[in-house]
Structures are given as C-alpha cells and as structure tokens.
C-alpha cells in the first residue's frame, strides 16, 4: 500500500489563509438574512436585522480568529521540525 505524501506547510498555511476573504464575505450575509427571518417571524422591524448582522460579524471574528491560531500552530509546527532530505 502506497502512501500519501503530505503537502507542504505552506500550502496548508496558504489555504487556511485565502479562506478569510470568503469568511468576511460569508459571515455578515448569513447574518443578514438571519436577521430579515426573525423580523418576518419574530422581532419588530429594526431589530431583528440588527441581531442577525451582530451573530455574523461575531462569528465571523471568531472563526477568523481561529483560522489564524491554526495558521500560526502550523508555522510553529514547521519551525521545530527539522528540515529532512526525502
């Protein structure tokens, strides 16, 4: 049985990185339409737009911020291991 080669650090740092742009675009519109459900169903007109916005920036943040400790342990990782010839 062969074995998979593992991709290089960087190009997992590079993926983990590039997915940012998309979590900033994805986040607040999530948040937005979760905002204009509640105020069809639930939360009178201004509200419901305003806590849907405030989930998607938080989770957005969040997510973002984990994207990063990632990239960074990954970074970590590569600097203590000693570089082998394969």
């Known amino acids: ?9 960087w190009v997992q ?6 997915s ?7 986040g607040p519109a ?3 339409y979760l905002g204009v459900i509640l105020e069809r169903y639930w939360l009178p007109s201004p509200y419901g737009l305003i806590v849907g916005m405030m ?4 989770a957005t943040v969040r997510l973002t911020v984990k ?4 990239s960074t342990r ?8 000693p570089e082998t010839d394969r």
């Open 67 to 70: 994207l990063i400790r990632q």
């Open 20 to 26: 940012i742009p998309m979590v900033f675009l994805v």
């Open 74 to 81: 990954l970074e970590e990782d590569d600097e203590q291991k």
């Open 55 to 58: 989930l998607g920036v938080g």
């Open 1 to 9: 049985m062969a074995r998979q080669k593992e991709s290089p650090r």
């Open 30 to 32: 999530v948040g937005y």
């Open 13 to 18: 740092q590079a993926g983990l990185l590039t």
